[in-house]
């Protein structure tokens, strides 16, 4: 091989035979750099036609134009300008798709890599991060979500440590978190250390009980860990807080950079309202103002601070929106092609991966299972997706049964 072939073989990375002859750990440790996983839920379905996908001047387009971004090539929507300024950082997989139209078994596909099955229930992506990534002796859950309007999947079959820990409202103060009433701090290591008295001496040894322990553990942990000062907004810039969009939202992720920058490894921010029936046009515009500065400023934030070659960012809902327009000046569910973006650790910025015909009907390059999409996050993290939990009924279960890594982010 000529030294100009060997060159250009090594700027595309390993070939897909040159991967498919390494153990699946292996790979995954060669490429890893991410440590924490950031998702933005858009719950309810994003219309990819007009988010990530536009196609301007067909009957299916609607009436949003596309613009330039940083990445050469790379157009998005016109109501995504300051995203459109971070593109250079974030590539769009234009081409995912799945046969799972309904809401919540889109839902559990996106957030678990397997589709539902009536054998088991499948762990979250983001307590298998929290289980493989995280610490256990952390002040702060490992694994949290934030604004979320829908439950998604959690820990399963997997220790209750790995549960997402629910952040209702992000900038006020945790619920249940504080002493009840009249209990100070004596009184309640009294009460503590009386619980634990009991607790030794009931059904010691079994998994129920030591659930339970370290249940009571973890919280008791919480409650005084000096890391609460994460949720605490106000020490952030008033410049900042509102570069991120004072909405729910905007102030979700900007917790999220809080919780990620205090070690947190997963955490989940939803933006609902995206289940557009009908009015998709305004509702979808109303969604991509609050969508907009919360993400780019987080992609700005996290570049700043030195932190997003080491975050990985996840934009997707559960499924995209039908291209054809109904009656109701609305899209409905299409799981047939949907987008996903992606940005920081170990993902290549600037990158479309996949392309749609002239209408948004048909996959004409490169179609993405949902399961390579998932494939793609384990890779990031340098987390072995084959690797076995034996569940509540005995059953070995792997992190993921099928689905390759899409090598061209990588």
Known sequence: MSKLNRRAFLRVGLGASAAASLPAFATAQSVAKAKALIVLFMEGGPSQMDTFDLKPGTDTGGPFKPIGTSAPGVRISEHLPRLAREMKDVSIIRSLTSTEGDHARGQYLLHTGHKPEPATTHPGIGSYVARELGSPNAGLPNCITVALKTRVPGEAFLKPEYAPYAVEQPGEPIRNIRYAMGVDVLRFNERMDLLRTIEGEFASGTPFAEGRRESYRRADQLMHTPELRAFDLREEEDALRDSYGRTPFGQGCLLARRLVERGVKFIEVGLGGWDTHSNNFEGTETLMDTLDPAFATLVLDLRRRGLLEETLIVWMGEFGRTPRINPQNGRDH?????????????????????????????????????????????????????????????????????????????
Do not use: S
């Not at 991966?353 to 002239?358: C, E, L």
């Open 334 to 410: 299409w799981p047939k092609n949907f987008c996903v973006a992606m940005a920081g650790g170990g993902i290549q910025g600037g990158r479309v991966v996949g392309a749609t015909d002239a209408h948004g009907m048909e996959i004409r390059q490169r179609p993405v299972p949902v399961e390579d999409y998932a494939a793609t996050i384990y890779q990031c993290l340098g987390i072995d997706a084959k690797k076995p939990t034996i569940n509540e009924m005995g059953r070995p279960i792997k992190i993921q049964n099928t689905g390759a890594p899409v090598r061209e982010l990588l």
